[in-house]
């Protein structure tokens, strides 16, 4: 089945302690990317990748980092997480940026 | 400022009715994208227009993309609790440039 596998799904952390989500998609698209939503304002990118070794700044990226070794990984990396950046979070991919997204089922993080 | 400003913002409706909802911008848009999500899950792709005044149609649902490709709008005919949801738009301004989304309509079909 294609799809974009996210873990966990759900994680509770404290302040600064280092964390990292993985997603993992099975359908060799090109273009990755990370959102995270949050009431009243919507899905927000983060970071998007459109290969391997090319990453990119989306709109909100600061306390955060990725990687793409691989094709198929593409992992949220927030090196000192902060009660902020408690949110719902998506891994998206498309075959290249023009198509359409298919999303992960999301991971819930609270940062206390 | 919202690039894309969906209306209206919540929608509460009875089984079998009508409704259509908006997505619009005054921005001018190469491709535009509905999704829909429910509680607990990721969005996920119902449809991609790319043409101007393009309609395509999904079951019970009719897309319509605006002549101008500044605007959008989903129409449900005879909605049942199964369309209950959060659909959200989102649109690219050019070839490479990235999809930015609406802030999305919450939609409940009451049975």
């Known amino acids: 089945e294609a799809q974009v596998t996210q873990n966990p799904r759900y994680l509770i952390t404290v302040t600064g302690k280092k964390l990292t989500v993985t997603c993992s998609q099975n359908m060799n698209h090109e273009y990755m990317s990370w959102y995270r939503q949050d009431p009243g304002l919507g899905l927000r990118q983060i970071y998007y990748?459109?290969?391997?070794?090319?990453?990119d700044k989306g709109d909100v990226p600061e306390g955060y980092k990725v990687s793409r070794k691989e094709k198929r990984n593409f992992p949220l990396i927030l090196e000192s997480p902060s009660p902020n950046q408690t949110s719902l979070y998506f891994c998206?991919?498309?075959?290249?940026?023009?198509?359409?997204?298919?999303f992960g089922s999301g991971t819930r993080l609270t940062v206390v | 400022t919202q690039l894309l400003e969906q209306s209206p913002q919540f929608l509460s409706i009875q089984e079998g009715e009508n409704l259509t909802v908006y997505c619009n911008s005054s921005?001018?848009?190469?491709?535009l994208q509905w999704y829909r999500q429910e509680p607990g899950e990721g969005p996920v792709l119902l449809v991609t227009v790319v043409t101007g005044g393009e309609v395509k149609k999904l079951k019970r649902l009719t897309f319509q993309f605006g002549d101008a490709r500044k605007d959008s709008s989903l129409h449900i005919t005879a909605a049942q609790p199964g369309d209950t949801g959060l659909y959200l738009c989102a649109g690219r301004t050019g070839a490479n440039s990235k999809l930015t989304f609406g802030k999305g309509i919450t939609l409940s079909v009451r049975p």
């Open positions: 921005s001018v848009f190469s491709s």
């Open positions: 990748s459109m290969n391997v070794e090319v990453t």
């Open positions: 998206a991919s498309s075959f290249r940026g023009l198509y359409g997204y298919t």
